[in-house]
């Protein structure tokens, strides 16, 4: 662009204001997940107040007051006398005492405060994961974007009362990033990466999640999802330098695993007395389009009343809130129906639909079934594959984001329109479900 002197004046350039906000917008942009998670969880600056509900109160927040007091003490904290009579603490991994980024906050700082940390940190670490994972295959305000609706959707937000399953899922996206990098160039210090991602996820003591990562990376490069490559033979040796490392992490994290799988082997957990019943409503789901639509645990009036039970199983949901948006749910649509990266894209349709089957518990087949396997037999609470149902939606809807904002050259437009419309009617349908919910109070289920 110049400009001209009416005088004659030879032209000389001038500033492009759209060019400069635009650079300036790349260069900010990757900092909104990380300022939305601060200000989400901004109760973390608090020295007197702590985080509320559930876990927090009546096991945590007990649990790191001994941690800090045995320490400052003078002992090692091996064996906590306060549970029943007695546990070994390294059995318990979710005590987390071999996890850094709880233990130290924990151990180090002021009870409200560390405690506090502790909790909050693990948002903006999964959203500076997230970004990163997306950005390898979207533009920077994609990417932030992504990223800000994994941060604040209300699955991920719910997980916070349980340490091990918030620090696992931020976890994720960071296995993710780091497995597209080895499947790039199969380096030692790359595989090392890999290694230590599935280590600290395992550290983090959520075994389902690590078990169900196990599997999704070795599947994420086998079907090419990683490098958009079609040959088996060719993504054979990626998948097998994935598979090395997650062993290696395996190995470096035995210290927490061999006594966590002893001890299991002994509990209710173990022998497959403890049933997870979890049976809702196929509808429930709405409520990832409209929040709380069938009542709240987090409300009297909604929570007692005649909707909530029968629709959640005739049980309080450990989630208290699935709702993720209808802006991030049809932006996923488009990324899907658009497929411009169609193996990845195709990839996280296909988790984000079997993390949402298996999320439904007992109210399908494929859950009772995935309980007769290991670890998986000692697992509870079928909710917690939200984990990647979350993640998988946040990224197909950077790639929406990217498809509506700058098509692909050889991009079909329908392809675009059918993915808002199949959007936009899901959210109608969720309208109607609120409205219908809202109408009847009163009625049955």
Not at 159 to 186: C, H, I, K
Not at 192 to 216: I, K, N, R, S, W
Not at 251 to 270: F, K, N, T, W
């Amino acid at each position: 662009m110049t400009t001209s002197d009416p005088n004659g004046a030879a032209e000389r350039p001038a500033a492009s204001p759209p060019e400069s906000v635009r650079s300036a917008v790349q260069r900010w942009i990757p900092l909104l997940p990380v300022v939305v998670s601060v200000w989400l969880l901004r109760g973390v600056f608090s020295t007197d107040r702590i985080f509320y509900l559930r876990d927090l109160t009546n096991y945590t927040w007990p649990l790191t007051r001994w941690l800090r007091s045995t320490v400052l003490a003078g002992h090692l904290p091996t064996w906590n006398p306060t549970v029943a009579f007695g546990q070994a603490v390294i059995a318990d991994p979710s005590v987390q005492i071999l996890f850094p980024f709880t233990i130290l906050p924990r151990l180090l700082l002021p009870d409200p405060f560390g405690l506090n940390l502790a909790v909050a940190l693990a948002f903006p670490f999964g959203a500076i994961g997230m970004f990163l994972w997306i950005r390898r295959r979207a533009t920077p305000v994609a990417a932030a974007l992504g990223a800000t609706i994994f941060v604040a959707s209300g699955p991920f937000l719910s997980m916070g009362y349980m340490l091990n399953l918030s620090w696992a899922t931020a976890l994720v996206p960071w296995v993710f990033w780091a497995t597209d990098r080895l499947v790039e160039r199969q380096e030692s210090r790359r595989a090392a990466v890999v290694a230590t991602g599935f280590a600290l996820l395992a550290l983090a003591g959520e075994p389902l999640v690590l078990v169900t990562m196990g599997f999704l990376a070795v599947v994420y490069v086998l079907t090419g999802a990683a490098s958009d490559e079609a040959s088996f033979k060719t993504n054979l040796r990626p998948a097998l330098s994935v598979i090395g490392a997650g062993i290696l992490g395996g190995l470096v994290a035995a210290v927490q695993l061999l006594p966590a799988y002893e001890q299991s082997g002994r509990s209710l957990r173990g022998d497959g007395t403890l049933w997870d019943n979890y049976q809702p409503k196929l509808y429930a789901l709405v409520e990832v389009l409209v929040p709380n639509c069938f009542g709240s645990t987090l409300s009297s009036g909604d929570f007692w009343g005649q909707w909530f039970f029968p629709i959640h199983g005739m049980g309080d949901p450990v989630l208290i809130s699935l709702y993720c948006g209808v802006g991030a749910v049809i932006l996923a649509f488009v990324g899907v129906a658009t497929c411009r990266h169609s193996r990845w894209t195709v990839f996280l349709a296909a988790v984000a639909i079997l993390a949402i089957v298996l999320s439904l518990g007992a109210s399908t087949p494929i859950y009772p079934a995935l309980k007769a396997l290991p670890v998986f037999s000692a697992s509870r609470i079928p909710l917690k594959f939200m984990a990647y149902f979350v993640i998988a939606l946040a990224a197909l809807a950077a790639a929406g984001w990217d498809e509506l904002v700058q098509p692909a050259a050889n991009q079909k437009r329908w392809r675009q329109l059918a993915g808002l419309y199949a959007g936009l009617a899901l959210s109608t349908l969720a309208a109607g479900a609120h409205i219908w919910d809202r109408a009847w109070p009163n009625g049955d289920v």
